[in-house]
Nanobody, 126 residues
Framework: QVQLVESGGGLVQAGASLRLSCAAS????????MGWFRQAPGKEREFVAG????????YYADSVKGRFTISRDNAKNSVYLQMNSLKPEDTAVYYC???????????????????WGQGTQVTVSS
């Protein structure tokens, strides 16, 4: 089992920045690829960003590319999402997720992830 706890959400104005954190506990964090997803009211959960177990590969949804940066610190069992130039359409509950994988492959399908956090709300006002 892997437990994931997100933090760092909040209410900001358009153009501001936020940094989300996800702390993991349980099994060996470095064996897991990590992802960030989000879900806005009335919409399906969507992929935002992902990072392989080693941190060597990162990948993003087109909607956030160039604005968001995913990173991880395996020594701290944590993954982060730096969000810059936030837009009202970024408003959603943000979830981190873990997938057991030591490959360097892209994983942007929510169904492929094994563990999920409870989510943190991000609200961007115009």
């Amino acid at each position: 089992q892997v437990q994931l706890v997100e933090s760092g959400g909040g209410l900001v104005q358009a153009g501001a920045s936020l940094r989300l954190s996800c702390a993991a506990s349980g099994r060996t964090f470095s064996y897991y690829a990590m992802g960030w997803f989000r879900q806005a009211p009335g919409k399906e959960r969507e992929f935002v960003a992902g990072i392989t177990w080693s941190g060597l590969r990162t990948y993003y949804a087109d909607s956030v590319k160039g604005r968001f940066t995913i990173s991880r610190d395996n020594a701290k069992n944590s993954v982060y999402l730096q969000m810059n130039s936030l837009k009202p359409e970024d408003t959603a509950v943000y979830y981190c997720a873990a997938k057991y994988s030591t490959l360097q492959t892209r994983t942007d399908d929510a169904n492929d992830y094994d563990y999920w956090g409870q989510g943190t709300q991000v609200t961007v006002s115009s």
